[in-house]
């Protein structure tokens, strides 16, 4: 590949690409076409400057000077000003394509350094590994890429230890709880949150009384709701997030330095979705040394 389509092609968003390619594709045939009729312009000015005296003083027929098979059945002495005026002529055009190709190489030297975008070699489903077009919209191919690193991602234990948030790895569990069950029914109950898990409800029930006894929860009964407190800490969560997926994805060099508002969209629908669809249940075993703790004290 072509190195100058290689730097359009790793400088140009995804959905510019084909434009991008057949524009350097396009310019560079006309560059080319547009050369060739310049440096062969000067090449006959230089040779026509040349060829009168050559001919003069070799004495050399007209009808000879465009046949190199003529050319060469004459003597030496006679042919040797027509081959110098050739020579000359060409070096000088050579010279004038070297400043040409010194000024190509100071710009290159001047266009800023960019890594090369890296992809993934993989393919995790049937259909990864074939050349088809895919017409997958940027939240299809974020919830994908998210999907491959959530197993071994985002923990409830890595937020708790966040700056911004200030609750510990089972109060964080529950707040999403009632945030997701909110989400998704009409009211919080804590029997069924038991039922889903297949647990007894008084398993829980104590790290909920934690929330509702630092505000950021309120219980009436069996029903739990999120004060204005917890809406805010589901703001942080999902900050924190965010943050989280920016950190790990492989963004492109181009979306830092322009913004792509279908990117943030995106980026904020699979936010939204990890917290309202996540189960977190790789965080149970801590939770139930977060409830062994708080029966010893």
Same mark, same amino acid.
């Given at each position: 590949?072509?190195?100058?389509?290689? !730097?359009?092609?790793?400088?140009? #968003?995804?959905?510019?690409?084909?434009?991008?390619?057949?524009?350097?594709?396009?310019?560079?045939?006309?560059?080319?076409?547009?050369?060739?009729?310049?440096?062969?312009?000067?090449?006959?000015?230089?040779?026509?400057?040349?060829?009168? #005296? =050559?001919?003069?003083?070799? =004495?050399?027929?007209?009808?000879?000077?465009?046949?190199?098979?003529?050319?060469? %059945?004459?003597? %030496?002495?006679?042919? =040797?000003?027509?081959?110098? $005026?050739?020579?000359?002529?060409?070096?000088?055009?050579?010279?004038?394509?070297? #400043?040409?190709?010194?000024?190509?190489?100071?710009?290159?030297?001047?266009?800023?350094?960019?890594?090369?975008?890296?992809?993934?070699? /993989?393919?995790? &489903?049937?259909?990864?590994?074939?050349?088809? +077009?895919?017409?997958? #919209?940027?939240? &299809?191919?974020?919830?994908?890429?998210?999907?491959?690193? *959530?197993?071994?991602?985002?923990?409830?234990?890595? !937020?708790?230890?966040?700056?911004?948030?200030?609750?510990?790895?089972?109060?964080?569990?529950? *707040?999403?709880?009632?945030?997701?069950?909110?989400?998704?029914?009409? =009211?919080?109950?804590?029997?069924?949150?038991?039922?889903?898990?297949?647990?007894?409800?008084?398993?829980?029930?104590?790290?909920?009384?934690? *929330?509702?006894?630092?505000?950021?929860?309120?219980?009436?009964? /069996?029903?739990?709701?999120?004060?204005?407190?917890?809406?805010?800490?589901? &703001?942080?969560?999902?900050?924190? !997030?965010?943050?989280?997926?920016?950190?790990?994805?492989?963004?492109? +060099?181009?979306?830092?330095?322009?913004?792509?508002?279908?990117?943030?969209?995106?980026?904020?629908?699979?936010?939204? $979705?990890?917290?309202?669809?996540?189960?977190?249940?790789? &965080?149970?075993?801590?939770?139930?040394?977060?409830?062994?703790?708080?029966?010893?004290?």
């Amino acid at each position: 590949m072509q190195v100058l389509v290689l !730097i359009v092609q790793n400088t140009s #968003s995804f959905e510019d690409l084909g434009v991008a390619t057949s524009g350097v594709t396009f310019f560079r045939v006309v560059g080319a076409s547009f050369g060739t009729a310049t440096f062969g312009a000067l090449f006959v000015n230089f040779l026509d400057r040349r060829l009168g #005296s =050559a001919l003069t003083s070799g =004495a050399v027929p007209v009808p000879a000077v465009p046949s190199p098979a003529v050319l060469h %059945q004459l003597p %030496q002495s006679m042919a =040797a000003p027509i081959v110098r $005026a050739y020579a000359e002529s060409l070096t000088q055009v050579f010279l004038c394509a070297v #400043s040409v190709t010194v000024v190509g190489f100071i710009l290159a030297l001047l266009l800023r350094e960019v890594p090369l975008t890296d992809i993934h070699d /993989d393919a995790d &489903d049937l259909g990864d590994g074939f050349g088809v +077009p895919r017409a997958e #919209s940027p939240e &299809d191919v974020l919830e994908i890429a998210v999907r491959r690193m *959530l197993p071994n991602g985002v923990r409830l234990r890595d !937020i708790a230890t966040q700056p911004g948030c200030g609750l510990g790895v089972a109060e964080l569990w529950a *707040l999403l709880r009632i945030y997701q069950y909110q989400r998704l029914f009409e =009211a919080v109950r804590l029997t069924d949150i038991g039922r889903h898990l297949h647990v007894p409800y008084q398993v829980f029930e104590p790290v909920f009384d934690r *929330l509702v006894q630092t505000g950021y929860a309120a219980r009436d009964g /069996d029903i739990l709701t999120l004060t204005p407190s917890g809406h805010r800490q589901v &703001d942080s969560l999902a900050v924190l !997030i965010r943050q989280w997926l920016l950190d790990h994805l492989a963004v492109a +060099p181009g979306l830092k330095r322009q913004p792509d508002h279908q990117f943030e969209a995106a980026l904020q629908h699979v936010t939204d $979705a990890v917290l309202v669809q996540r189960d977190w249940y790789e &965080d149970l075993g801590d939770l139930s040394e977060s409830r062994q703790l708080a029966a010893t004290t």
